[in-house]
């Protein structure tokens, strides 16, 4: 499913009697170079992760083990996504806002992401980042 918001993405995990293994790779199934790799894990409940957007980043993120409640938002539109499947990531373009919540115990979050750490690059006020948004 592809939106304004975000596009799923996909890989066929490779299984046997040793278990199952999930590839991602730049241009073959993330559509960026990937500059950046980080996870969040150890995440308590209530604690929300992101509550942020990005001017140009782009990024996909992967439930390596658990689950985490994805809400994306542009000024116009919201989605809400279950991340919890190591063989799907949800891709997310620059100027969507997003927020990360309802961490299962032993959740890891992957982000694939397209840019070093820039911090000018992070609008972490939603009212600015609504402002910029209808300004586009």
Same mark, same amino acid.
């Given at each position: 499913?592809?939106?304004? $918001?975000? @596009?799923? *993405?996909?890989?066929?995990?490779?299984?046997?009697?040793?278990?199952?293994?999930?590839?991602?790779? !730049?241009? &073959?199934?993330?559509?960026?170079?990937?500059?950046?790799?980080?996870?969040?894990?150890?995440?308590?409940?209530?604690?929300?992760?992101?509550?942020?957007?990005?001017?140009? $980043?782009? @990024?996909? *993120?992967?439930?390596?083990?658990?689950?985490?409640?994805?809400?994306?938002?542009?000024?116009?539109? !919201?989605? &809400?996504?279950?991340?919890?499947?190591?063989?799907?990531?949800?891709?997310?373009?620059?100027?969507?806002?997003?927020?990360?919540?309802?961490?299962?115990?032993?959740?890891?979050?992957?982000?694939?992401?397209?840019?070093?750490?820039?911090?000018?690059?992070?609008?972490?006020?939603?009212?600015?980042?609504?402002?910029?948004?209808?300004?586009?």
């Amino acid at each position: 499913m592809s939106t304004d $918001l975000y @596009r799923r *993405l996909s890989v066929k995990p490779f299984s046997d009697s040793r278990g199952a293994l999930c590839v991602w790779e !730049q241009d &073959r199934h993330v559509p960026y170079r990937i500059a950046r790799t980080y996870f969040m894990y150890e995440v308590p409940n209530p604690i929300h992760r992101g509550d942020h957007a990005h001017r140009r $980043l782009e @990024r996909t *993120l992967i439930a390596l083990a658990g689950a985490a409640d994805l809400a994306l938002e542009d000024g116009r539109q !919201q989605h &809400r996504l279950r991340l919890d499947n190591p063989s799907e990531g949800i891709y997310v373009p620059p100027m969507v806002w997003t927020d990360l919540h309802n961490f299962t115990a032993g959740a890891v979050i992957l982000c694939l992401a397209s840019l070093p750490y820039d911090e000018t690059d992070y609008i972490r006020d939603k009212q600015i980042f609504l402002k910029e948004k209808s300004a586009q």
